[in-house]
């Protein structure tokens, strides 16, 4: 199923053997149309975020303190708006 537009929060350590970029290319190969806000407490993975942005993937990163919920908030609300 296909839908207009989709907002998703993810964070990028997940657990063992996978994290939140092999969740990111599953979403994306069913719905091109997602907004991604990626999370991690490591500064490092946006290095490794580059190529999904050259991938035409509308996505955004989050290095997670206590900002976060104020910053997932203002994100959400935006969203929501738009």
Not at 47 to 58: F, G, V
Request: glycine share 4%.
């Amino acid at each position: 199923m296909q839908v207009d537009s989709c907002l998703t929060f993810i964070d990028y350590y997940l657990g063992e053997a996978i994290n939140g970029l092999h969740i990111l290319k599953l979403l994306n190969e069913r719905n091109k149309n997602l907004q991604v806000v990626l999370m991690s407490r490591s500064s490092h993975i946006k290095e490794k975020m580059e190529y999904l942005n050259a991938e035409n993937i509308n996505l955004q990163f989050i290095v997670k303190d206590e900002y976060t919920p104020a910053m997932c908030k203002l994100i959400l609300e935006t969203y929501l708006e738009g």
